[in-house]
């Protein structure tokens, strides 16, 4: 029974009940539950030696009605007309690019080479080369199937997905992708009906896995169209079980490298723009060509939030933390405790080498700016934790420094608590100056005296 | 809702499935009573899948198909409201605009194009604040004349509207009596011809007695006020708005069940098509995600007929500058804080404009281009042509 909740919220797999798996007399039974839990938009697996990016596998279309469940990996384009030192250089871009966000890594996903020369030896020579260098899973970009045959025989293991299948070539790129048993991307810009045909041609030829990329057109000149056309995939599978519909949606925002006029600055801004839009309207994955770090940072950060399971707050538990070697008149610091507030205010204070207590008040995971006017950080929770936290033993002032964000609850805090109230900076990366310039013993003694 | 009828036909048919193999069900044999009422929770997948076709087959020729339209009925109308009042109308705007009047979700453009477009409007602050570089640069000979703030804005970075936020009127700032307050909104009116939001200090108490004023010197103009929230004495504030021509912004911080309530306080005292709702959106990074969400939400279920929710939508996007990564210094890997800072307003701004909000409150010029320029290629731009992208896997890039 508890199994069975879990697989509804989707929070466990049916492959962990081994009997279904293992004895025959369950098999129909496993067959017809798979078939049950399979989402509307199916979920297709690239691999490298070393790793594994999913791709699809929704089951909504808003965030709020389950959760979005795999982050759209970004994939930063190659090609095979590029030296050594430039695919070095790319790869490298790709593959150090990390950010830390309360305590998540946010990483870029994929390489994708495209063939630019048109030549087979080219490409394959690129590609083994790529894939040598990388860690990363490849999407092998090039329409002509010749050309894809050689780059797919230079990448004897791993699982990369081939772009792509158009209304030209599909019947030899879905040769090579059955050959290959690879999954493999249709490409059909600005054209549903082409791209629904050629889903269903493929599908009807036995390929297991495709992706759907309707043409990622950027600025005047078609964004809307490109907006429509993922909106209305997206719908059709999730509220229509349109089936043709139910895989994995690419985005190409490197396409604006040829679309937007103007100087490479401009073309990365609207290369970013393009993509977190995509990122919003249902995107499972993303070609991309810049090589900016301001490009892909709020991108990453985007993604993260918009795929965060809305069903569970990004909160930390709400008490008492010590930094560094607090003595008894050491600061009193109180915040809330939404995950990011804690980790940018401990890392702040971590970093100014403040030795103090810090309290986390229990804001529902609510930052303390949105916490204030919501009335989720309250003077009576305050006064609440400040005895269940047991600080009353550890320090012998009786002053709380509460985020200069909160300056409005001051006195009702000092009311609700019987400590006195000091109101500190605005933004936690100030809180060492503000320790040094108010924390001295004389200032404490006037505060307490007062 | 049907989502939830076919949760519980999955949830029934996964129950009986796994009842029939009683070693799996019964595993777990101490049932909780709340797990049990799990399984009939509303918001669990919809996905019944058909078998996928595994036969392969010798497919020489391509299998047409047509793509259908998605289907969907929307019972729900956004209602509209009108800011500004112009010579004709008892005011001195030289226009207004109407916002509102949705019907279908954001941009779903293959089922209609929004009646009103967006509205852009920029902040002004009626004292030289502390603003990250990137913003302060465009406005430093200005930041003690909220007018000609404000002028800058309309004439050199094509806002449609202002937004004065009078914070000096903060007890804990300047405690700036309201008589003078109001003064400043008098020379902003009479800098720009552009429709007016005025702002308080966020002192649910100053705020009431500011916000008294500030109509009084606008009367006629059909001023915004931004905003009223459930921590003020609404029975004075919406009271002595009630026979003025004002329109309301309804603040709630990200929930739901306080945005009906304070709208449904509201309709005692002003007509619905005088109110307008701030659900609250956060910056990147920074609780982006609860305020899409909750503004989402709040759009879908204004428009499948929750009457308490019918209203346009502003946008605090100016909220992105809260991001460290907008203005913090940081490794020159990230690219320098002036272009940080203008992606994270602009992707804040984007994130609240297909999630459906129709007032955009902003600060840095390149933000405010960047919000234009999508409006419009989403709302008059062209169809897509196949010839312009159709060889960007070969084409050689710079």
């Not at chain 1, 700016?369 to 009335?375: L, Q």
């Amino acid at each position: 029974m508890a199994f069975a909740v879990k697989l509804v919220n989707m929070e466990t797999k049916l492959e962990l009940c081994t009997p279904l798996l293992e004895e025959a007399k369950y098999k129909k039974s496993y067959e017809q539950l798979k078939e049950m839990l399979t989402p509307p938009v199916r979920e297709v697996e690239l691999r490298s030696d070393k790793k594994v990016v999913k791709i699809g596998g929704e089951y909504v279309l808003h965030r709020h009605e389950l959760t979005y469940i795999n982050p759209p990996p970004i994939a930063i384009d190659v090609d095979d007309t590029m030296s050594k030192e430039e695919l070095i250089k790319r790869i490298n871009f790709a593959e150090s690019f990390k950010y830390t966000y309360i305590g998540r890594e946010l990483t870029l996903d994929l390489i994708a080479v495209r063939s630019v020369s048109n030549d087979p030896e080219a490409f394959k020579k690129t590609v083994n080369f790529v894939a040598s260098n990388t860690s990363l899973p490849l999407v092998l970009c090039t329409l002509n199937p010749k050309v894809m045959e050689a780059g797919v025989s230079a990448l004897p293991n791993g699982k990369p997905l081939l772009y792509a299948a158009t209304k030209d070539n599909w019947m030899k790129m879905a040769d090579i992708a059955l050959k290959n048993k690879l999954p493999l991307a249709i490409f059909s810009p600005g054209d549903l009906d082409m791209l629904v045909s050629l889903a269903k041609t493929l599908l009807k030829m036995g390929i297991s896995e495709i992706a759907l990329d309707p043409g990622t057109f950027v600025g005047f000149s078609g964004l809307r169209t490109t907006i429509d056309a993922f909106t209305m995939l997206r719908w059709k599978a999730c509220n229509e079980d349109y089936d043709l519909a139910g895989w994995p949606l690419i985005g190409t925002p490197i396409t604006a490298w040829k679309m937007i006029d103007g100087d490479s600055q401009t073309k990365a801004w609207w290369e970013m723009i393009t993509a977190s839009v995509l990122i919003i309207r249902y995107a499972d994955l993303l070609i991309m060509h810049s090589l900016e770090g301001w490009v892909y940072l709020p991108l990453v950060m985007l993604r993260f939030n918009i795929y965060t399971d809305p069903r569970k707050p990004v909160a930390v538990e709400p008490g008492l933390r010590i930094i560094g070697n607090p003595n008894e008149m050491s600061p009193v610091m109180l915040t809330g405790n939404f995950a990011l507030t804690y980790y940018i205010v401990s890392g702040d204070i971590e970093a100014g080498k403040v030795d103090c207590y810090l309290l986390l008040a229990d804001t529902e995971g609510i930052a303390v700016e949105c916490a204030v006017p919501g009335r989720k950080l309250l003077p009576d929770n305050v006064a609440e934790i400040l005895k269940s936290s047991g600080i009353e033993k550890k320090v012998k002032h009786r002053i709380l420094i509460i985020p200069g964000k909160a300056a409005r609850l001051a006195g009702d805090i000092e009311d609700a608590t019987g400590w006195r109230v000091l109101v500190g900076p605005l933004d936690s990366k100030d809180i060492p100056k503000f320790i040094e310039e108010k924390w001295k013993p004389e200032s404490i003694k006037k505060l307490m005296e007062s | 809702m049907a989502e939830n009828d076919k949760t519980e036909v999955l949830s029934a048919k996964i129950w009986d499935l796994l009842k029939k193999y009683g070693e799996i069900v019964l595993e777990d044999v101490e049932i909780e009573v709340d797990e049990l009422e799990l399984i009939f929770q509303p918001g669990v997948p919809v996905a019944i899948a058909k078998p996928v076709a595994k036969a392969v087959e010798v497919v020489k020729e391509l299998v047409e198909e047509k793509f259908k339209e998605p289907e969907m009925e929307w019972t729900g109308k956004v209602v509209e409201v009108k800011i500004g009042a112009t010579k004709s109308e008892g005011g001195t705007r030289d226009r207004t605009f109407i916002i509102g009047g949705e019907t279908l979700p954001a941009f779903y453009m293959f089922k209609g194009i929004m009646p009103h477009p967006p509205v852009i409007a920029m902040d002004v602050f009626d004292m030289k604040i502390k603003l990250p570089k990137s913003i302060r640069m465009h406005f430093e000979d200005v930041m003690e004349d909220p007018a000609e703030w404000a002028k800058r804005c309309v004439e050199k970075y094509g806002a449609d509207m202002i937004n004065l936020h009078l914070v000096s009127t903060d007890p804990y700032i300047k405690d700036t009596p309201p008589s003078e307050a109001a003064k400043v909104v008098e020379e902003v009116l009479q800098a720009v011809k552009v429709p007016l939001c005025v702002g308080g200090s966020g002192d649910p108490v100053k705020d009431v007695e500011v916000f008294k004023k500030v109509v009084d010197v606008a009367e006629g103009e059909r001023i915004l006020l931004n905003s009223l929230n459930l921590d003020m004495k609404l029975e004075d504030i919406a009271e002595y708005l009630k026979n003025k021509d004002v329109v309301i912004i309804a603040f709630t911080p990200m929930d739901l069940d306080k945005a009906r309530e304070l709208n449904r306080k509201l309709y005692d005292y002003v007509s619905k098509d005088r109110i307008m709702m701030d659900t609250n959106i956060a910056g990147i990074g920074y609780g982006l995600e609860y305020g899409f969400t909750v503004m989402e939400r709040a759009r879908l279920a204004a428009l499948k007929g929750d009457t308490d929710l019918q209203h346009p939508i502003a946008a605090g996007v100016t909220n992105a500058w809260a991001a460290r990564e907008a203005w913090i210094k940081m490794d020159p890997f990230w690219g320098p804080k002036e272009i940080r800072g203008p992606a994270w307003e602009s992707i804040t701004g984007l994130t609240a404009l297909l999630a459906g909000a129709d007032y955009f409150m902003m600060m840095h010029p390149h933000s405010i281009r960047t919000m234009k320029e999508i409006i419009k290629n989403l709302l008059e731009g062209s169809s897509g042509k196949a010839e312009d992208i159709y060889d960007w896997v070969s084409a050689k890039l710079g």
